[in-house]
């Protein structure tokens, strides 16, 4: 188990490219980057666990007890052995913020800082995925594909096992019977670990049509 929190993801995403705005998109991105910054709305946390399978993989892959349909994570060659389970947030005060500033008739502002939101949790799984990644090759093992509760391949109703697996309680994040994560801005993921396996040819953003112009899809190949 891995848990990490207090550390300054707003920086390298406010500093990077942002092609296709305009002036008053880049100047409303700018003040909701300031507003971050002062007010100190993005409380940046993950955990995550690498979990050994409990039997050999199928279709149904058991992990601490925990039954996951996943068989997209079964590799064409190598062996799946455990699952890499995560969690992130940017915690509660970003999503307090933005209801605020709809309250306060701000819609422009607010929007663009559930936008930059968006962009710092997807910043802040790619941190986690890099960490477990490091972890899976100190075991000599590698790691490929990612799967999110509710994508095609893995069913919205394993998002509660996911977040066990993950211990998601540790960094605040819980699940509501209507199977939504608060914070709001928190993500899960699943991801194969095993021996020598194959990069991957599929990312969990392949069917979603707005994938050519986004700036935060999945990475498809992540392996070794």
Same mark, same amino acid.
Request: aromatic share 4%; hydrophobic share 45%; with cysteine.
């Given at each position: ?15 990077? &490219?942002?092609?296709? $705005? ?16 002062? *007010?100190? /709305? =993005? *409380? +940046?946390? !993950? @955990? !995550?666990?690498?979990?050994s399978l409990d ?5 149904? $892959? !058991? ?5 996951? !349909? ?5 590799? *064409?060659?190598?062996? $799946?052995?455990? %699952? ?8 509660? +005060? %970003? ?6 500033l709809f309250t ?6 607010? #929007?663009?800082?559930? @936008? $930059? ?14 960490? #477990?990644? +490091? ?7 590698? #790691? ?21 697996? =993950? ?21 899960? #993921?699943? /991801?194969?670990?095993g021996i020598d396996?194959? &990069? ?25």
């Amino acid at each position: 188990m891995r848990v990490a929190r207090g550390f300054d993801i707003l920086r390298s995403v406010a500093e990077a &490219p942002r092609d296709g $705005l305009s002036a008053a998109g880049l100047k409303l991105r700018q003040r909701a980057v300031e507003l971050i910054r002062v *007010e100190q /709305l =993005a *409380e +940046a946390a !993950y @955990s !995550y666990d690498i979990v050994s399978l409990d039997v050999p993989a199928a279709e149904t $892959l !058991y992990a601490h007890g925990e039954a996951l !349909y996943a068989p997209r994570l079964l590799p *064409e060659s190598g062996q $799946l052995t455990a %699952l890499a389970c995560a969690v992130c947030t940017l915690g509660p +005060a %970003l999503e307090t913020r933005i209801s605020s500033l709809f309250t306060e008739r701000h819609a422009s502002l607010a #929007m663009a800082l559930d @936008s $930059l939101g968006n962009e710092l949790l997807m910043a802040v799984s790619r941190r986690a995925q890099d960490r #477990m990644l +490091a972890d899976a090759r100190r075991r000599g093992l590698t #790691m490929a594909g990612e799967l999110r509760a509710g994508d095609p391949g893995l069913a919205l109703d394993t998002q509660a096992a996911v977040l066990r697996l =993950a211990q998601s309680e540790l960094i605040g994040v819980r699940l509501t019977g209507g199977l939504l994560m608060r914070p709001l801005k928190s993500v899960s #993921m699943v /991801l194969g670990v095993g021996i020598d396996l194959p &990069p991957v040819q599929w990312s969990r953003c392949d069917g979603c049509r707005h994938r050519v112009k986004c700036n935060a899809h999945s990475r498809p190949n992540l392996v070794n």
